[in-house]
């Protein structure tokens, strides 16, 4: 059964740190495409960073360009998501979705319409003192 567990997400103070993972079970991430996707309350499902399986090529959303890193390890089937220098604007559930996709030109464009294939449950992030 194909199945993403998002894991790593909480409680976390204006500027803190965390980093959320995404693990594959079911099939193998190599070929995969993966992006993670943030909904917060009242508010629409938007993409913040997705990556390619062919280059590790990577796309940011601006509001989290600088400050957010995503990246793969593919022995251990998972991505992950550091969320540096966080904000009370960045509360909301994350979820992580997967697609087989052929360059970063698509997957962008893809991470944009929310077009993926296979996704996650989600996890809560909630930024606040």
């Known amino acids: 059964q194909v199945q993403l567990v998002e894991s790593g997400g909480g409680l976390v103070q204006p500027g803190g740190s965390l980093r959320l993972s995404c693990a594959a079970s079911?099939?193998?991430?190599?070929?995969?495409?993966i992006g993670w996707f943030r909904q917060a309350p009242g508010k629409e499902r938007e993409g913040v960073s997705c990556i390619s399986s062919s280059d590790g090529s990577t796309y940011y959303a601006d509001s989290v360009k600088g400050r957010f890193t995503i990246s793969r390890d593919n022995a251990k089937n998972t991505v992950y998501l550091q969320m540096n220098s966080l904000k009370p604007e960045d509360t909301a559930v994350y979820y992580c979705a997967a697609d087989v996709l052929p360059d970063i030109t698509t997957v962008q464009a893809e991470c944009l319409r929310l077009d993926f294939e296979a996704w996650g449950q989600g996890t809560q992030v909630t930024v606040s003192s």
């Open positions: 079911g099939f193998t991430l190599d070929y995969y495409a």
